[in-house]
């Protein structure tokens, strides 16, 4: 049997307790009364999902086992229509930000598709909530999927990595899927381990939910035992149950033959439920059914999947019973704010669904040393040299396997909703939303039904924290907030919501304004609901009602603008280069995006920069990043030019520091490769770096910084401490 990580801290740490409390007895009373009081704010714990759909917990109308969630939901309130983005990423921006996707660079997924809205990559004119926190006194922690870089590499760029984003400690996974048994880009603090090695956690077996909860609870109880005095905001994401299907035997036993009889039972099962919850009336129908059961070939197969699935959730949620066990056990469970989300719906991927593998499969590849990283997010094989398993030969669930569950049962997850993951329809966008804070909320066990988003987890956090949102951080301007707080409905008042919510995925978009919702798939017209009567978007109002889609459709229009969202269809493809432009005169801050910069591939480049203060450090003027580009700044004083061929760094350094005060720096990069460097007069740099850049860099340009992957010898963003006048860069034809 598996041993019980989370109760082993929790022993420590209650030993550590009584031997701190018996120590206490000895002090003298002037010293323990000079103690500062506790921080009556509230300790706030966010706790996401992946890839479940509306109603797969036990509160929302699920058969699987959610004990844990179901208590929360009963002890707090319900959202009845609380909203994600349709995707993981992307709500992960959202989510952290405050700001809708795209504004916070990951409109799509982890590629840069060179524009502001696309970068796939958290930006710099975002704070995350942990940097929002921190500053207000918040000790900052978080366990598991990270998801919003799309620098994963061991030895690559990691300013965009959680305890580079407001964290004060982390354990997780900084891509988004993997194996459940040994997952790829797994990493404690900066550094990625493996968990067949991994010196401080090392259960029996290994299982990521597991260790996702337990490292969760270890913060509670290393929280408690060093800085009790303080709030805590601790970030929970499990990539339970996000494909492939893995899960533990005796989770899987509890849910044998339970969905043998197909998909039409079970939805009616959890619709009725959801009728007696609540959440909706008889009158709403249910999107139609998609899974035809009489028609699977393989049933036993079919329904194994959603046994795993289930075994998922339920594992997930016992998880989530230990982390509330350990703020009762450290007093903190009435003064913490616990909210429960997902980060889509229910996915119709049908990642491993393919195959002819059969029973028994030796091992036919080189094995994989125990302390080798993986980053692997679909492993072609395991440790002991075993192939990865696909396909209906192959039962779901051990570690050589990975099979998701399928577009059926993600139509069982969403019900009563149409469509899936990646849309914006409601089977794609909505989530339950559980709020469970004793001291904060007053109305236990009751629905609430005005509409909320990711983007109003920010303001509720900054709110409650009483912290200060900045307009400014690190010389980079804020986007401010566009969410709303949550705390009015925690006691029964109305939210704050100045304009509707607005949807935009893969060319799939939305609006929701009171009852009315206008949706679209990508290059389909807009169709009209009103979601007071219709939650299932049947019935299609918009030829009836041209005038409120007319109304709503400018509404979307305005805010794809302003929003980053434009040009419609970026996520599909790169865009059209900058290769006619071939002098850029750039202020200080500027920031070009790959389609904007400069086109330096197999180009001569002149650079020259006036600075009215020298400074010493940081980045004058980069384009690119850690594959290809160049940068030149200042280190120690002393200036520096770096440049990235194929991922192959040269550096040419000055030899003594530049002057204080004014310079005029210039700087020709030849096509053999030549590189000559002036401050005003005198020859500061000469030197060779292996020739122009034989591909245009994707990380775009910036002056004064370095915002995306560095350069150059130093960490980004590398910021410049002297003042910048201006920038001029030409380049040849």
Known sequence: MKRDVSQRWDSVARRCSLLLGCALIAVP???????????????????????MGYSDIGCYGSEIRTPNLDQLAADGLRFTQFYNTGRCCPTRGALLSGLYSHQSGIGWMMTDRGFDGYRGDLNRNCVTIAEALRPAGYRTYMSGKWHVTKHVQPDGPKDNWPQQRGFDRFYGTITGAGSFFDPGTLTRGNTMVSPLTDSEYQPEEYYYTDAISDHAVRYINDHAADNSEKPFFLYVAYTAAH???????????????????????????????????????????????????????????????MEVYAAMIDNMDQGIGRIVAALETNGQIDNTLIMFFQDNGGCQEGVGRRGDFKRPVASSLPTIADDAIRLDVIPKQNRAGVPTLQG???????????????INWANV??????????????GGIAS????????????????EDQPAHLIDMMATCVDLARADYPQQLNGEKIT???????????????????????????????????KWKLVAKENRPWELYDMSQDRSELQDLAASMPEQVERLAAAWDAWAERAWVLPLGAWRGRPSLNRQQLRFELKPGASLSQAQAPFVENRVVQIVASLEQAGTEGVIVAQGGTAHGFSLYLANGKLQFATRHNGTLTVLSAEEPLAAGPAELSLNWSAKGAVRITAGDKLVIEGKVPGLLTSMPQDGLQVGRDNNGAVGEYTAPAAFDGTIKQVVIEVSQ
């Open 29 to 51: 009373v002037q010293l323990v009364d000079a103690k500062p009081p506790r921080d009556t704010r509230p300790n706030i714990i966010l706790i996401m999902s992946d890839d």
């Open 243 to 305: 494909w492939p299907m893995h899960a533990l035997p005796r989770d899987i036993e509890k849910y044998k033959g339970l969905y043998d009889g197909g998909y039409g039972p079970i939805r009616e099962q959890r619709m009725k439920k959801m009728e007696k919850l609540g959440l909706f009336d008889s009158k709403l129908a249910m999107a139609p059914q998609v899974g035809d059961w009489d028609n699977v070939d393989d049933q036993a197969w079919e329904s194994a999947c």
């Open 392 to 406: 209906p030969g192959i039962m779901p669930g051990p570690e050589d396997t990975y099979i998701a569950y399928g």
């Open 413 to 426: 997850s969403n019900t009563p909703f149409r469509e899936y993951k990646h849309f914006v329809h409601e």
């Open 432 to 447: 339950p939303l559980i709020v469970h804070w004793p001291a904060g909320v007053r109305r236990k066990g009751k629905l």
């Open 480 to 514: 401010p907030m566009e969410g709303a707080s949550l705390a009015p409905a925690f006691v029964g008042k109305s939210l704050k919501r100045e304009a509707p919510i607005f949807w935009e995925h893969e060319g799939n978009r939305a609006v929701r304004d009171g």
